[in-house]
């Protein structure tokens, strides 16, 4: 969906939970960034806490370019 530039807010919520493994799925999926001045930011940020885990939320602030 951020490769197609169809995503304007996110969500994320961080855990004292690690998961991984060769198979593992992304939770961002799509072709990445080589640079970290490609990557897609968040304006305004939330965050806040729910027990031990954290919710991040914000708005696309500026979308990825394109890769050289």
């Not at 169809?6 to 004292?16: F, G, K, L, Y």
């Not at 939970?17 to 939330?46: F, Y």
């Amino acid at each position: 969906a951020f490769d197609e530039k169809i995503v304007d807010e996110v969500a994320v919520w961080a855990t004292p939970v690690i998961l991984g493994g060769k198979n593992a799925v992304s939770p961002v999926m799509g072709l990445g960034v080589r640079l970290l001045s490609q990557a897609v930011t968040l304006s305004p940020m939330d965050s806040r806490f729910s027990g031990p885990d954290l919710l991040i939320r914000g708005k696309i602030r500026c979308s990825r370019k394109s890769q050289p």
